[in-house]
């Protein structure tokens, strides 16, 4: 944990020196009153006079105290605050679509796995292989098409209506739901495939062990059989997979509050790309690991919970 | 069906080396007498908002879509393979420092490593296939890392060294040929997804940049016009569609005739 933290410090660092030049460059060449003494003053504001070993050690010293520095966009706020203030909504997107992936993409895979090569596990299989290669912002756009500009049924920009605050509280929660559906929906997609498919490959194992063939010997129900003994046993690795695919969730956050205009980190790391505002290009880039790192510190933890032999260990 | 995937990518190749004698206009052709035109029998994927020939410009595309799939798998193989190789046959300190940079780099989303970087670096072709593969190599790191570490223990490795091999003769003679099926599989599937990424960064307008046609930043085209020109949504997204299943059921073909237990 301590070492990968440390190593993401690092990471993050050695891209920020990627740069050509100096950072403050973008402040400064564009600007022809700038004497050689302020850009002087404005390099020595960010330590950018001192020895590298030494830039990375006060770096990681204000990251310790969450100071990740100003934005250079003209208000020149924190850029601790920016993206506090728009990690909220990524989350709650998040995991609604990690909550969608888990209640969609186990019963497909339990079901494909129980019914090995049937129909219904064949249209299965051709709708993961779709899956995995449907670019999902492309999808993004024929829906929008679809239910926004011809059934018009689904707002396609923003998370609120215009007139979100005039809405009684019922409307207004629902005038979210209509704004979250796609959104949700389309960053489930990429994970859904991958997860059922999964899903399946871990069942068929299990059913193929011993203790199935006993529990089935003990004139167990196929259901008490299927739903309490295999199932448990298929679901454990996916809790790991799981983990693995936050990093894809939270990268893929970019292209979604992109299309849809949501006012997210995604969103805001998109704009700092464009609009080369650095400090909240590399805040985001070491707040969206250490999201990683605690997910999949989660998802150890709740392997020991789900698995009384890894608690041993 | 890896068979229908290997068509696929061999007509992309062909489409893609004949791009200049069989697009029917230039790709670059501004005519602003049919801008945004529906798909007809002169245009048949229609034109964009600067009334240049779609259909022609995705022919030109998917050169670009290949050039970034293989440089980007490219570099990934040269990584991953390097590093695997190293880790796997050294072993002790060596293999634990590697292996904790794999999961590093893990940690990070792929996508906001790449954004990050071409924020600072231009987006350029080349700068975007460069960073697609610098961040797609642990996968293939692990693979390669896995099967040195059986082998290197295997008799024909031992009797190399008992002849006075060097280590870089076993690595790279020896050891790296048994391990490449594993990376074969690997490298196809990653041509298919440098192509996913590729087409998304262009989509953003941080990858392939105009004029220069890519299937994702006519999808950007289509994003733009989406009440009016349903068309520069709908062909670029399924073309990439098409060649990302075509990468991905190769891939699967040749790992289930290598290894026919993981069917």
């Known amino acids: ?313 | 069906m890896a068979m229908a995937g290997g068509i696929v990518v061999i007509l992309l190749f062909i489409v893609s080396l004949l791009a200049s004698w069989i697009s029917p206009y230039d790709p670059n052709e501004i005519n602003l007498h049919e801008v945004l035109s529906n798909p007809s029998f002169a245009h048949l994927f229609g034109t964009d908002q600067l009334g240049r020939d779609v259909f022609s410009r995705m022919i030109w595309g998917a050169g670009i879509s290949l050039k970034v799939g293989f440089v980007a798998t490219g570099v990934a193989i040269c990584i991953g393979v390097i590093l695997g190789a190293i880790a796997g046959y050294y072993g002790r300190w060596v293999d634990t420092v590697i292996m904790r940079f794999v999961d590093i780099m893990l940690c990070f989303p792929a996508f906001f490593l790449i954004l990050a970087v071409i924020a600072i670096l231009e987006p350029s072709i080349w700068n975007i296939m460069i960073v697609i593969g610098l961040t797609s190599w642990m996968g293939i790191t692990r693979l390669v890392r896995a099967d040195f570490i059986s082998l290197k223990e295997r008799d024909f490795v031992q009797a190399a060294r008992a002849i006075g091999a060097s280590d870089l003769r076993i690595i790279f003679r020896h050891i790296l040929p048994n391990a490449m099926a594993s990376v074969l599989v690997a490298a196809t599937l990653g041509v298919a997804g440098a192509i996913l990424t590729e087409s998304a960064l262009s989509f953003l307008g941080i990858g392939v940049q105009p004029p220069t046609p890519s299937w994702g930043n006519i999808l950007t085209a289509g994003k733009n016009n989406i009440d009016i020109a349903w068309w520069l949504s709908l062909y670029p997204g399924l073309a990439i569609l098409i060649t990302v299943l075509g990468y991905n059921l190769l891939g699967e073909g040749i790992r289930d005739s290598l290894d026919p237990r993981l069917k």
């Open chain 1, 1 to 313: 944990m301590a070492p990968l933290l440390v190593g993401i410090t690092i990471v993050c660092f050695v891209v920020i020196h990627l740069a050509p030049g100096s950072p403050t460059d973008l402040q400064t060449d564009l600007n022809p009153r700038v004497s050689a003494e302020a850009k002087a003053r404005l390099q020595s504001m960010y330590d950018l006079d001192k020895p590298l070993y030494k830039q990375y050690l006060l770096w990681v010293g204000k990251l310790a105290t969450l100071d990740l520095g100003k934005s250079f966009s003209t208000d020149h706020r924190p850029v601790i605050d920016k993206i506090m203030e728009r990690i909220p909504i990524t989350i709650i997107i998040n995991v609604l679509s990690m909550a969608l992936i888990i209640l969609v993409a186990i019963p497909l895979g339990v079901l494909s796995a129980v019914h090995q090569n049937s129909l219904f596990d064949k249209v299965t299989a051709v709708f993961v292989f779709i899956g995995f290669a449907v670019p999902t912002f492309w999808l993004a756009l024929l829906l929008m098409i679809l239910f926004g500009v011809h059934l018009d049924w689904l707002p396609i920009s923003g998370i609120r209506s215009l007139n979100y605050e005039y809405l009684p509280p019922f409307a207004a929660f629902t005038d979210l739901l209509k704004h979250l559906i796609l959104p949700v929906l389309l960053s489930a997609f990429g994970g859904l495939a991958g997860l059922s498919r999964y899903m399946r490959s871990n069942m068929l194992e299990v059913i193929r062990q011993d203790y199935i063939t006993t529990a089935r010997a003990k004139g167990l129900s196929e259901w008490v059989v299927i739903y309490k003994h295999a199932l448990r046993n298929a679901l454990l690795p996916v809790i790991t997979i799981l983990g693995l695919s936050i990093p894809g969730l939270i990268g893929g956050s970019v292209i979604f509050e992109t299309i849809f205009a949501i006012p997210g980190m995604g969103q805001l790391f998109y704009m700092s790309v464009m609009s080369r505002d650095y400090p909240v290009v590399m805040g985001i880039l070491f707040i969206g690991a250490v999201l990683t790192l605690i997910g999949n510190l989660i998802a150890d933890l709740s392997y020991a919970v789900a698995d009384p032999r890894i608690r041993i260990a």
